[in-house]
């Protein structure tokens, strides 16, 4: 399979790893997701597109299928948002478009938490209202 680098991330997003198998990796805003900032580094946002299987189970996700999925999480078990698409690349256009939306304050990041955490969701708020 030949694979198409992805395109340069969205505004906030830094591209953490591109595979040979076409599954990418972002990051938002890893300069501020640390202990000195205030927010948890393992909370920070990540979008992966790949097209590993989703199916709840072990080993899934070692799984290949014909769907892509931009899965846009908050931290690892908290999905904000997951789109299939028929291939990578809609993959790609569908999971940056998800990133933007993020990081201009579109999206509801309270919603999947089952327990509030307010001092983190106030810190996030004043992230997505600052620019880089």
Excluded: K
């Amino acid at each position: 399979m030949t694979v198409t680098h992805a395109p340069d991330p969205p505004t906030g997003w830094h591209l953490w790893n591109e595979e040979s198998d076409g599954r990418v990796i972002l990051l938002y805003r890893p300069d501020i997701f640390s202990e000195d900032q205030d927010l948890p580094p393992e909370c920070i946002p990540t979008l992966l597109i790949s097209n590993s299987s989703r199916a709840n189970r072990p080993g899934a996700s070692q799984l290949t299928t014909d769907t892509w999925h931009a899965a846009l999480t908050l931290e690892p078990d908290i999905d904000l948002r997951v789109q299939a698409f028929n291939t990578r690349q809609r993959a790609i256009e569908g999971g940056y478009a998800l990133a933007q939306s993020f990081h201009a304050g579109e999206f509801d990041f309270r919603d999947p938490y089952q327990v509030p955490r307010e001092a983190y969701f106030t810190r996030l708020d004043s992230v997505l209202q600052t620019t880089e």
